[in-house]
Protein backbone atom coordinates (compact mmCIF):
# COMPACT_ATOMS: atom_id res chain seq x y z
CA UNK A 1 0.00 0.00 0.00
CA UNK A 2 1.27 3.29 -0.88
CA UNK A 3 2.94 5.99 1.85
CA UNK A 4 0.60 8.88 3.11
CA UNK A 5 2.19 11.41 0.33
CA UNK A 6 2.10 14.38 2.95
CA UNK A 7 4.44 12.79 5.11
CA UNK A 8 7.15 12.89 2.01
CA UNK A 9 6.44 15.27 -0.96
CA UNK A 10 4.67 18.92 -0.32
CA UNK A 11 2.54 20.39 -2.39
CA UNK A 12 4.08 22.96 -5.09
CA UNK A 13 4.12 26.65 -4.04
CA UNK A 14 1.21 28.64 -5.81
CA UNK A 15 2.35 32.07 -7.76
CA UNK A 16 1.39 35.52 -6.45
CA UNK A 17 0.52 37.14 -9.66
CA UNK A 18 -2.60 39.33 -9.31
CA UNK A 19 -5.14 40.09 -12.47
CA UNK A 20 -3.25 37.47 -14.63
CA UNK A 21 -4.42 37.69 -17.96
CA UNK A 22 -3.53 34.21 -19.76
CA UNK A 23 -7.03 32.73 -19.08
CA UNK A 24 -9.14 34.95 -20.91
CA UNK A 25 -6.60 34.54 -23.90
CA UNK A 26 -6.77 32.88 -27.22
CA UNK A 27 -3.79 31.48 -29.56
CA UNK A 28 -4.33 33.19 -32.55
CA UNK A 29 -1.10 32.26 -34.11
CA UNK A 30 1.60 29.67 -34.28
CA UNK A 31 4.99 30.25 -32.22
CA UNK A 32 8.22 30.02 -33.25
CA UNK A 33 8.94 26.02 -33.73
CA UNK A 34 12.28 24.75 -32.47
CA UNK A 35 13.03 21.35 -32.92
CA UNK A 36 15.43 20.00 -30.18
CA UNK A 37 15.27 15.75 -31.56
CA UNK A 38 19.08 16.18 -32.76
CA UNK A 39 20.02 17.20 -29.43
CA UNK A 40 18.14 16.66 -26.12
CA UNK A 41 15.96 13.79 -28.19
CA UNK A 42 18.90 12.23 -29.14
CA UNK A 43 20.48 12.48 -25.90
CA UNK A 44 17.76 10.54 -24.59
CA UNK A 45 17.93 7.56 -26.87
CA UNK A 46 19.49 4.32 -25.88
CA UNK A 47 21.86 4.59 -28.99
CA UNK A 48 22.39 7.80 -30.15
CA UNK A 49 21.85 8.89 -33.96
CA UNK A 50 24.80 8.49 -36.36
CA UNK A 51 25.87 11.09 -38.98
CA UNK A 52 23.76 9.59 -41.21
CA UNK A 53 20.76 9.15 -39.16
CA UNK A 54 21.00 12.81 -37.68
CA UNK A 55 21.41 13.58 -41.09
CA UNK A 56 17.89 11.99 -42.51
CA UNK A 57 16.47 13.45 -39.30
CA UNK A 58 17.55 17.30 -39.87
CA UNK A 59 16.59 17.34 -43.99
CA UNK A 60 13.00 15.67 -42.43
CA UNK A 61 12.72 18.52 -39.95
CA UNK A 62 13.72 21.28 -42.74
CA UNK A 63 10.91 19.52 -45.34
CA UNK A 64 8.57 19.54 -42.74
CA UNK A 65 9.10 23.39 -42.34
CA UNK A 66 11.05 24.39 -39.20
CA UNK A 67 13.35 27.22 -39.36
CA UNK A 68 14.58 26.92 -35.92
CA UNK A 69 16.82 23.51 -35.37
CA UNK A 70 19.17 22.65 -32.70
CA UNK A 71 21.49 20.09 -33.87
CA UNK A 72 23.73 19.08 -31.18
CA UNK A 73 26.26 19.97 -28.49
CA UNK A 74 29.54 19.89 -30.03
CA UNK A 75 31.60 20.58 -27.42
CA UNK A 76 30.53 17.46 -25.72
CA UNK A 77 30.08 15.01 -28.82
CA UNK A 78 32.66 14.43 -31.57
CA UNK A 79 29.70 12.95 -33.47
CA UNK A 80 27.74 15.96 -33.03
CA UNK A 81 30.96 18.16 -33.47
CA UNK A 82 31.39 16.65 -37.33
CA UNK A 83 27.73 16.88 -38.00
CA UNK A 84 27.57 20.48 -37.46
CA UNK A 85 31.10 20.47 -39.56
CA UNK A 86 29.08 18.39 -42.28
CA UNK A 87 26.12 20.07 -42.74
CA UNK A 88 28.23 23.67 -42.75
CA UNK A 89 30.72 22.34 -45.19
CA UNK A 90 28.50 20.87 -47.70
CA UNK A 91 25.97 24.07 -47.42
CA UNK A 92 23.22 21.80 -46.25
CA UNK A 93 21.73 24.06 -44.31
CA UNK A 94 18.74 26.38 -46.62
CA UNK A 95 19.24 30.16 -45.96
CA UNK A 96 16.32 30.52 -44.32
CA UNK A 97 17.23 27.38 -41.40
CA UNK A 98 19.14 28.92 -38.19
CA UNK A 99 20.99 26.34 -36.70
CA UNK A 100 21.43 25.82 -32.53
CA UNK A 101 24.19 24.61 -30.80
CA UNK A 102 24.57 24.10 -27.20
CA UNK A 103 26.81 24.89 -24.62
CA UNK A 104 27.86 24.72 -20.85
CA UNK A 105 29.28 28.10 -19.59
CA UNK A 106 33.05 27.21 -19.85
CA UNK A 107 35.91 28.94 -21.56
CA UNK A 108 37.49 25.60 -23.41
CA UNK A 109 33.87 24.19 -24.19
CA UNK A 110 32.25 27.51 -25.82
CA UNK A 111 35.71 28.22 -28.10
CA UNK A 112 35.48 24.41 -29.10
CA UNK A 113 31.57 25.22 -29.80
CA UNK A 114 32.74 28.38 -32.21
CA UNK A 115 34.96 26.06 -33.93
CA UNK A 116 32.04 23.69 -34.81
CA UNK A 117 29.98 26.23 -36.24
CA UNK A 118 32.64 28.20 -38.47
CA UNK A 119 31.72 29.61 -41.73
CA UNK A 120 27.55 28.76 -40.74
CA UNK A 121 25.38 31.75 -41.90
CA UNK A 122 23.12 32.14 -38.81
CA UNK A 123 23.48 30.41 -36.01
CA UNK A 124 21.72 30.45 -32.55
CA UNK A 125 24.53 30.03 -29.64
CA UNK A 126 22.67 28.49 -26.09
CA UNK A 127 24.12 28.79 -22.78
CA UNK A 128 22.66 27.10 -19.93
CA UNK A 129 23.70 26.66 -16.09
CA UNK A 130 20.91 25.21 -13.55
CA UNK A 131 19.89 28.00 -11.01
CA UNK A 132 17.09 26.20 -8.86
CA UNK A 133 18.13 25.83 -5.45
CA UNK A 134 18.31 22.12 -5.37
CA UNK A 135 20.91 22.05 -7.71
CA UNK A 136 22.98 25.45 -6.26
CA UNK A 137 22.78 23.68 -2.89
CA UNK A 138 23.03 19.64 -4.02
CA UNK A 139 24.99 19.52 -7.10
CA UNK A 140 27.15 22.30 -7.38
CA UNK A 141 27.30 24.03 -3.81
CA UNK A 142 27.19 27.17 -5.65
CA UNK A 143 25.71 30.93 -3.58
CA UNK A 144 23.46 32.60 -5.66
CA UNK A 145 25.98 35.42 -6.99
CA UNK A 146 28.11 32.15 -7.83
CA UNK A 147 25.20 30.99 -9.88
CA UNK A 148 24.58 34.60 -11.47
CA UNK A 149 28.28 35.22 -12.15
CA UNK A 150 28.67 32.29 -13.97
CA UNK A 151 25.64 32.55 -16.72
CA UNK A 152 27.35 36.23 -16.72
CA UNK A 153 30.71 34.88 -17.85
CA UNK A 154 29.58 32.75 -20.02
CA UNK A 155 27.67 35.01 -22.07
CA UNK A 156 30.60 37.51 -21.71
CA UNK A 157 32.96 34.95 -23.48
CA UNK A 158 30.29 33.97 -26.16
CA UNK A 159 29.35 38.29 -26.71
CA UNK A 160 33.94 37.87 -27.50
CA UNK A 161 34.08 34.79 -29.64
CA UNK A 162 31.13 36.73 -32.01
CA UNK A 163 32.44 40.03 -32.24
CA UNK A 164 35.63 38.32 -33.60
CA UNK A 165 33.67 36.52 -36.58
CA UNK A 166 31.34 39.35 -37.64
CA UNK A 167 30.42 37.19 -40.90
CA UNK A 168 28.25 34.94 -39.08
CA UNK A 169 24.74 36.26 -37.86
CA UNK A 170 24.51 35.69 -33.97
CA UNK A 171 21.95 34.84 -32.06
CA UNK A 172 22.22 34.42 -28.73
CA UNK A 173 20.00 32.14 -25.92
CA UNK A 174 20.31 31.71 -22.18
CA UNK A 175 18.13 29.12 -20.42
CA UNK A 176 18.09 29.08 -17.09
CA UNK A 177 18.00 25.45 -16.55
CA UNK A 178 15.50 23.91 -13.96
CA UNK A 179 13.70 27.45 -13.95
CA UNK A 180 10.13 25.61 -12.97
CA UNK A 181 11.13 24.88 -9.54
CA UNK A 182 13.19 28.23 -9.16
CA UNK A 183 12.41 31.50 -6.81
CA UNK A 184 11.27 34.07 -9.70
CA UNK A 185 12.76 36.90 -8.49
CA UNK A 186 15.81 35.30 -8.73
CA UNK A 187 15.11 33.71 -12.29
CA UNK A 188 14.52 37.53 -13.04
CA UNK A 189 18.06 38.32 -11.69
CA UNK A 190 19.77 35.88 -13.47
CA UNK A 191 18.06 36.77 -16.93
CA UNK A 192 18.29 40.51 -16.10
CA UNK A 193 22.28 40.11 -15.72
CA UNK A 194 22.61 38.14 -18.90
CA UNK A 195 20.38 40.46 -20.83
CA UNK A 196 22.43 43.26 -19.61
CA UNK A 197 25.83 41.28 -20.59
CA UNK A 198 24.56 40.47 -24.26
CA UNK A 199 22.84 44.24 -24.79
CA UNK A 200 19.92 42.63 -27.22
CA UNK A 201 18.11 45.22 -29.28
CA UNK A 202 14.13 45.07 -31.01
CA UNK A 203 16.43 44.94 -33.99
CA UNK A 204 18.52 42.10 -32.54
CA UNK A 205 16.75 40.12 -30.21
CA UNK A 206 18.24 37.89 -27.90
CA UNK A 207 16.39 34.63 -26.17
CA UNK A 208 15.45 33.59 -22.96
CA UNK A 209 14.21 30.05 -22.73
CA UNK A 210 12.60 29.30 -19.88
CA UNK A 211 12.53 25.39 -18.83
CA UNK A 212 10.40 23.42 -17.14
CA UNK A 213 13.66 21.08 -16.82
CA UNK A 214 11.19 18.78 -14.68
CA UNK A 215 7.17 19.43 -14.87
CA UNK A 216 7.01 19.81 -11.07
CA UNK A 217 3.20 21.21 -11.38
CA UNK A 218 0.06 21.93 -12.75
CA UNK A 219 0.24 23.57 -16.15
CA UNK A 220 -1.72 26.73 -14.66
CA UNK A 221 1.16 27.30 -12.08
CA UNK A 222 3.61 26.80 -15.45
CA UNK A 223 1.49 29.72 -17.22
CA UNK A 224 1.34 32.06 -14.12
CA UNK A 225 4.94 31.64 -14.09
CA UNK A 226 5.52 32.41 -17.21
CA UNK A 227 3.32 35.33 -17.40
CA UNK A 228 5.17 36.70 -13.81
CA UNK A 229 8.49 36.81 -16.12
CA UNK A 230 6.80 38.30 -19.30
CA UNK A 231 5.25 41.25 -17.25
CA UNK A 232 8.51 41.87 -14.63
CA UNK A 233 11.67 40.84 -16.74
CA UNK A 234 14.06 43.57 -18.48
CA UNK A 235 14.51 44.14 -21.85
CA UNK A 236 11.63 42.53 -22.51
CA UNK A 237 10.93 44.45 -25.95
CA UNK A 238 14.20 43.06 -27.05
CA UNK A 239 13.83 39.31 -25.94
CA UNK A 240 12.28 35.94 -27.66
CA UNK A 241 10.46 34.62 -24.91
CA UNK A 242 10.57 30.77 -25.13
CA UNK A 243 9.77 27.84 -23.45
CA UNK A 244 11.02 24.10 -22.88
CA UNK A 245 8.27 21.80 -21.21
CA UNK A 246 9.08 18.57 -20.09
CA UNK A 247 6.50 15.80 -19.59
CA UNK A 248 6.89 14.62 -16.15
CA UNK A 249 3.20 14.96 -14.74
CA UNK A 250 2.04 13.71 -18.64
CA UNK A 251 0.00 17.78 -18.85
CA UNK A 252 3.52 19.28 -21.38
CA UNK A 253 1.05 20.26 -24.16
CA UNK A 254 -1.24 21.85 -21.24
CA UNK A 255 1.82 23.28 -19.95
CA UNK A 256 2.93 25.00 -23.10
CA UNK A 257 -0.42 25.86 -24.56
CA UNK A 258 -1.05 27.96 -21.44
CA UNK A 259 2.67 29.28 -21.25
CA UNK A 260 1.83 30.81 -25.48
CA UNK A 261 -1.61 32.93 -23.74
CA UNK A 262 0.97 33.90 -20.79
CA UNK A 263 3.24 35.62 -23.13
CA UNK A 264 5.48 32.56 -24.59
CA UNK A 265 7.06 33.49 -28.47
CA UNK A 266 8.64 30.31 -28.77
CA UNK A 267 8.49 26.37 -27.97
CA UNK A 268 11.14 24.02 -28.32
CA UNK A 269 10.19 20.10 -28.06
CA UNK A 270 10.68 17.04 -29.96
CA UNK A 271 8.69 15.03 -32.55
CA UNK A 272 6.42 12.85 -30.87
CA UNK A 273 7.56 13.67 -27.42
CA UNK A 274 11.00 11.78 -27.13
CA UNK A 275 13.63 12.79 -24.55
CA UNK A 276 14.97 12.67 -21.02
CA UNK A 277 12.03 10.59 -18.98
CA UNK A 278 9.18 10.95 -20.32
CA UNK A 279 10.18 13.01 -22.65
CA UNK A 280 9.89 16.92 -24.09
CA UNK A 281 6.79 18.39 -25.04
CA UNK A 282 5.82 16.68 -28.62
CA UNK A 283 5.24 19.29 -31.27
CA UNK A 284 3.21 17.24 -33.46
CA UNK A 285 0.32 17.63 -31.10
CA UNK A 286 0.90 21.00 -30.40
CA UNK A 287 1.06 21.98 -34.27
CA UNK A 288 -1.57 19.87 -34.96
CA UNK A 289 -3.94 21.12 -32.10
CA UNK A 290 -3.39 24.39 -33.76
CA UNK A 291 -4.42 23.49 -36.55
CA UNK A 292 -7.53 21.44 -35.73
CA UNK A 293 -8.57 25.15 -34.20
CA UNK A 294 -8.39 27.02 -38.06
CA UNK A 295 -4.80 28.57 -37.11
CA UNK A 296 -1.98 27.29 -39.78
CA UNK A 297 1.01 25.82 -37.41
CA UNK A 298 3.81 26.70 -40.18
CA UNK A 299 4.53 23.06 -40.06
CA UNK A 300 3.38 20.61 -42.83
CA UNK A 301 2.55 17.11 -41.60
CA UNK A 302 0.52 16.59 -44.82
CA UNK A 303 2.52 12.84 -44.72
CA UNK A 304 2.36 11.86 -40.77
CA UNK A 305 3.30 8.71 -41.92
CA UNK A 306 6.33 9.25 -43.82
CA UNK A 307 7.32 12.15 -40.73
CA UNK A 308 6.92 8.74 -38.34
CA UNK A 309 8.81 6.55 -40.21
CA UNK A 310 11.90 8.51 -40.30
CA UNK A 311 11.00 9.55 -36.61
CA UNK A 312 11.08 5.48 -35.63
CA UNK A 313 13.69 4.59 -38.12
CA UNK A 314 16.22 7.28 -36.56
CA UNK A 315 15.38 7.08 -32.84
CA UNK A 316 14.57 3.70 -32.78
CA UNK A 317 11.59 3.90 -30.76
CA UNK A 318 8.10 3.09 -31.77
CA UNK A 319 5.17 5.40 -32.16
CA UNK A 320 2.48 4.53 -29.53
CA UNK A 321 -0.47 3.25 -31.65
CA UNK A 322 -2.49 5.38 -29.53
CA UNK A 323 -0.07 8.92 -29.70
CA UNK A 324 -2.40 11.59 -30.78
CA UNK A 325 -2.98 12.45 -34.59
CA UNK A 326 0.00 9.88 -35.89
CA UNK A 327 -0.34 6.16 -34.16
CA UNK A 328 -1.79 3.64 -36.00
CA UNK A 329 -5.35 3.57 -34.16
CA UNK A 330 -5.54 6.91 -33.41
CA UNK A 331 -9.18 7.14 -36.01
CA UNK A 332 -9.89 3.60 -35.53
CA UNK A 333 -13.29 2.55 -34.51
CA UNK A 334 -13.52 -0.90 -32.43
CA UNK A 335 -17.30 0.30 -31.20
CA UNK A 336 -20.44 -1.15 -34.08
CA UNK A 337 -21.86 2.18 -33.19
CA UNK A 338 -18.42 4.34 -33.56
CA UNK A 339 -18.24 3.01 -36.96
CA UNK A 340 -21.87 3.80 -37.83
CA UNK A 341 -21.60 7.68 -36.89
CA UNK A 342 -17.87 7.66 -38.81
CA UNK A 343 -19.42 6.33 -41.94
CA UNK A 344 -22.95 8.76 -41.80
CA UNK A 345 -20.78 11.41 -41.43
CA UNK A 346 -18.13 11.12 -44.01
CA UNK A 347 -21.41 10.80 -46.08
CA UNK A 348 -23.16 13.51 -45.19
CA UNK A 349 -19.90 15.75 -45.38
CA UNK A 350 -19.93 18.46 -48.47
CA UNK A 351 -16.68 19.39 -49.59
CA UNK A 352 -15.78 22.99 -48.84
CA UNK A 353 -17.34 23.01 -45.61
CA UNK A 354 -16.10 23.39 -42.03
CA UNK A 355 -14.95 19.23 -40.91
CA UNK A 356 -17.66 18.05 -38.68
CA UNK A 357 -17.79 13.88 -38.75
CA UNK A 358 -18.72 12.28 -34.94
CA UNK A 359 -15.31 10.89 -33.26
CA UNK A 360 -13.06 12.61 -36.09
CA UNK A 361 -11.40 16.08 -34.68
CA UNK A 362 -9.03 16.21 -37.85
CA UNK A 363 -9.45 15.39 -41.78
CA UNK A 364 -7.28 11.98 -41.63
CA UNK A 365 -7.02 13.06 -45.23
CA UNK A 366 -5.20 15.98 -44.04
CA UNK A 367 -2.81 14.20 -42.35
CA UNK A 368 -2.08 11.43 -45.61
CA UNK A 369 -4.61 9.02 -44.22
CA UNK A 370 -7.05 7.45 -46.19
CA UNK A 371 -11.21 7.67 -45.70
CA UNK A 372 -10.82 3.64 -46.18
CA UNK A 373 -8.19 3.01 -43.48
CA UNK A 374 -10.49 4.89 -41.25
CA UNK A 375 -13.68 2.85 -42.02
CA UNK A 376 -12.22 -0.29 -42.84
CA UNK A 377 -8.20 -0.69 -41.91
CA UNK A 378 -8.92 0.51 -38.35
CA UNK A 379 -11.87 -0.68 -37.67
CA UNK A 380 -11.45 -4.48 -36.81
CA UNK A 381 -13.72 -5.34 -33.63
CA UNK A 382 -12.75 -9.05 -34.42
CA UNK A 383 -8.66 -8.63 -34.49
CA UNK A 384 -8.19 -9.51 -30.88
CA UNK A 385 -10.46 -12.65 -31.10
CA UNK A 386 -8.36 -13.53 -34.74
CA UNK A 387 -5.00 -12.98 -32.33
CA UNK A 388 -6.03 -15.07 -29.80
CA UNK A 389 -6.81 -17.91 -32.22
CA UNK A 390 -3.36 -17.19 -34.40
CA UNK A 391 -1.57 -17.43 -31.05
CA UNK A 392 -3.19 -21.02 -29.93
CA UNK A 393 -2.96 -22.36 -33.68
CA UNK A 394 0.12 -21.21 -34.66
CA UNK A 395 2.26 -20.24 -32.02
CA UNK A 396 3.10 -17.07 -32.15
CA UNK A 397 1.47 -13.32 -31.98
CA UNK A 398 1.50 -10.89 -35.01
CA UNK A 399 2.66 -7.72 -34.07
CA UNK A 400 -0.04 -5.12 -34.23
CA UNK A 401 -0.02 -3.82 -38.13
CA UNK A 402 0.17 -7.18 -39.48
CA UNK A 403 -2.99 -7.94 -37.20
CA UNK A 404 -4.67 -4.93 -38.39
CA UNK A 405 -3.40 -5.75 -42.30
CA UNK A 406 -4.31 -9.82 -41.89
CA UNK A 407 -7.59 -8.25 -40.01
CA UNK A 408 -8.97 -7.07 -43.70
CA UNK A 409 -8.65 -11.37 -44.61
CA UNK A 410 -10.91 -12.20 -41.79
CA UNK A 411 -13.34 -9.29 -42.99
CA UNK A 412 -13.41 -10.90 -46.13
CA UNK A 413 -14.31 -13.92 -44.45
CA UNK A 414 -16.78 -13.04 -42.19
CA UNK A 415 -18.47 -10.57 -44.44
CA UNK A 416 -18.79 -13.54 -47.18
CA UNK A 417 -20.35 -16.37 -45.40
CA UNK A 418 -21.98 -14.54 -42.65
CA UNK A 419 -20.78 -16.65 -39.71
CA UNK A 420 -18.42 -17.34 -37.23
CA UNK A 421 -14.90 -18.44 -38.86
CA UNK A 422 -13.59 -21.07 -36.89
CA UNK A 423 -9.83 -20.69 -35.18
CA UNK A 424 -8.59 -23.56 -38.33
CA UNK A 425 -9.59 -22.04 -40.28
CA UNK A 426 -8.24 -18.73 -39.61
CA UNK A 427 -5.04 -20.26 -39.28
CA UNK A 428 -5.26 -21.85 -42.77
CA UNK A 429 -6.61 -18.00 -44.21
CA UNK A 430 -2.99 -16.91 -42.75
CA UNK A 431 -1.20 -19.61 -44.30
CA UNK A 432 -2.69 -18.89 -47.54
CA UNK A 433 -2.74 -14.97 -47.19
CA UNK A 434 1.16 -15.01 -46.01
CA UNK A 435 3.08 -18.53 -46.22
CA UNK A 436 1.34 -19.89 -49.97
CA UNK A 437 0.97 -16.17 -51.04
CA UNK A 438 1.47 -16.87 -54.96
CA UNK A 439 4.04 -14.82 -56.81
CA UNK A 440 6.75 -13.80 -59.06
CA UNK A 441 9.65 -15.13 -55.98
CA UNK A 442 9.65 -18.76 -54.44
CA UNK A 443 11.13 -20.09 -51.61
CA UNK A 444 14.63 -21.71 -52.56
CA UNK A 445 17.27 -22.15 -49.35
CA UNK A 446 19.48 -19.93 -47.23
CA UNK A 447 21.46 -18.86 -49.68
CA UNK A 448 19.15 -18.41 -53.04
CA UNK A 449 15.86 -17.89 -53.87
CA UNK A 450 14.16 -17.10 -57.18
CA UNK A 451 12.47 -13.98 -59.41
CA UNK A 452 10.88 -15.45 -62.13
CA UNK A 453 13.12 -18.31 -62.40
CA UNK A 454 16.09 -16.54 -61.98
CA UNK A 455 18.60 -17.26 -59.28
CA UNK A 456 18.93 -14.53 -56.48
CA UNK A 457 22.10 -15.18 -54.47
CA UNK A 458 21.77 -14.29 -51.34
CA UNK A 459 23.83 -12.66 -48.47
CA UNK A 460 25.21 -14.99 -46.36
CA UNK A 461 24.20 -14.73 -42.54
CA UNK A 462 23.01 -16.98 -39.37
CA UNK A 463 20.73 -14.37 -37.61
CA UNK A 464 17.46 -12.79 -38.41
CA UNK A 465 18.05 -8.92 -38.04
CA UNK A 466 17.21 -5.96 -40.14
CA UNK A 467 20.56 -5.34 -41.80
CA UNK A 468 20.07 -8.97 -42.95
CA UNK A 469 16.52 -8.19 -44.07
CA UNK A 470 17.66 -4.88 -45.77
CA UNK A 471 20.51 -6.93 -47.73
CA UNK A 472 18.25 -9.90 -48.87
CA UNK A 473 15.67 -7.30 -50.00
CA UNK A 474 18.71 -5.35 -52.04
CA UNK A 475 19.87 -8.84 -53.86
CA UNK A 476 16.19 -9.60 -54.96
CA UNK A 477 15.49 -5.88 -56.48
CA UNK A 478 18.54 -6.09 -58.32
CA UNK A 479 16.79 -8.87 -59.91
CA UNK A 480 13.79 -7.61 -59.94
CA UNK A 481 14.48 -4.30 -61.06
CA UNK A 482 12.20 -1.90 -58.88
CA UNK A 483 12.96 -0.72 -55.41
CA UNK A 484 12.44 -3.38 -52.43
CA UNK A 485 12.21 -0.92 -49.19
CA UNK A 486 12.53 -2.84 -45.56
CA UNK A 487 10.30 -0.53 -43.66
CA UNK A 488 9.27 -2.69 -41.36
CA UNK A 489 11.02 -5.36 -39.53
CA UNK A 490 10.19 -7.47 -36.09
CA UNK A 491 10.65 -11.28 -34.78
CA UNK A 492 9.07 -13.43 -32.16
CA UNK A 493 9.92 -16.93 -31.32
CA UNK A 494 7.01 -19.83 -31.64
CA UNK A 495 5.71 -21.77 -28.91
CA UNK A 496 7.93 -24.38 -31.03
CA UNK A 497 11.43 -22.42 -30.70
CA UNK A 498 11.24 -21.96 -34.14
CA UNK A 499 11.87 -18.24 -35.58
CA UNK A 500 9.04 -16.19 -37.02
CA UNK A 501 10.06 -12.69 -38.99
CA UNK A 502 7.28 -10.05 -39.53
CA UNK A 503 8.53 -7.70 -42.73
CA UNK A 504 6.99 -4.58 -44.07
CA UNK A 505 7.93 -3.88 -47.51
CA UNK A 506 7.50 -0.83 -50.03
CA UNK A 507 7.85 -1.97 -53.88
CA UNK A 508 8.72 0.88 -55.89
CA UNK A 509 6.19 3.33 -55.19
CA UNK A 510 3.24 1.17 -53.00
CA UNK A 511 1.77 1.47 -50.13
CA UNK A 512 3.81 -1.49 -47.58
CA UNK A 513 2.92 -5.17 -47.55
CA UNK A 514 4.17 -7.61 -45.02
CA UNK A 515 5.38 -10.79 -45.02
CA UNK A 516 5.31 -13.06 -42.85
CA UNK A 517 8.03 -16.62 -42.26
CA UNK A 518 8.69 -19.07 -39.85
CA UNK A 519 11.49 -21.37 -40.05
CA UNK A 520 13.95 -23.10 -37.41
CA UNK A 521 17.23 -21.19 -39.19
CA UNK A 522 16.76 -17.67 -38.91
CA UNK A 523 17.92 -16.74 -41.65
CA UNK A 524 15.64 -18.93 -44.00
CA UNK A 525 12.75 -17.35 -42.10
CA UNK A 526 14.11 -13.51 -43.36
CA UNK A 527 14.54 -14.88 -47.01
CA UNK A 528 10.88 -16.61 -46.48
CA UNK A 529 9.51 -13.50 -44.94
CA UNK A 530 10.55 -11.38 -48.09
CA UNK A 531 9.54 -13.79 -50.75
CA UNK A 532 6.01 -13.46 -48.74
CA UNK A 533 6.17 -9.48 -48.61
CA UNK A 534 7.27 -9.58 -52.90
CA UNK A 535 4.59 -12.11 -53.65
CA UNK A 536 1.88 -10.18 -51.83
CA UNK A 537 2.60 -7.01 -53.59
CA UNK A 538 1.24 -5.97 -57.27
CA UNK A 539 3.12 -7.03 -59.45
CA UNK A 540 2.61 -6.63 -63.37
CA UNK A 541 0.54 -9.25 -64.95
CA UNK A 542 -0.21 -10.98 -61.44
CA UNK A 543 -3.62 -12.23 -60.67
CA UNK A 544 -4.53 -10.85 -57.59
CA UNK A 545 -5.73 -14.27 -55.18
CA UNK A 546 -8.64 -13.66 -54.08
CA UNK A 547 -9.39 -14.89 -50.29
CA UNK A 548 -11.77 -17.78 -50.05
CA UNK A 549 -14.46 -17.77 -47.28
CA UNK A 550 -14.00 -20.87 -44.83
CA UNK A 551 -17.12 -20.57 -42.15
CA UNK A 552 -16.78 -23.11 -39.15
Known amino acids: MMRNPSEKYRPFPQVKLNGRRWPTRTIERAPIWMSTDLRDGNQALIDPMSIDAKLEFFEMLVAVGFKEIEVGFPSASQTDFDFVRKLITENRIPADVTIEVLVQSRQDLIERTFEAVEGASRVIVHLYNAISPSFRKIVFGMSKEETKALAV ?42 AQMWCPTPDHKMIVNLPATVEAAMP ?14 GYRDSIVLSVHPHNDRGTAVAAAEL ?26 TLAMNLYTQGIDPGLDFSDIDGVRRVVERCNRIPVHPRHPYAGDLVFTAFSGSHQDAIRKGLAQREAGTVWDVPYLPVDPADLGRSYDAVIRVNSQSGKGGATYLLERGLGFTPPRRVQIEFSHAVQKVADACGAEVSGEAICA ?27 VMLPVSTIADEAHAQRVAAAVAEVAGVAIEVASFETAATAKGETAVFIGCRIGDQAMRFGVAVHANAAQAVADAIVSAVNRGRWSGRKEVESEAVAA
Open 259 to 284: AILAGADRVEGCLFGNGERTGNVDLV
Open 153 to 194: QGTRIIKECAAARPNTHWIYQYSPETFSMTELSFSREVCDAV
Open 220 to 233: NVFADQIEWMDRNM
Open 429 to 455: LFRREYFDALGPASRADVSTLRFDGRH
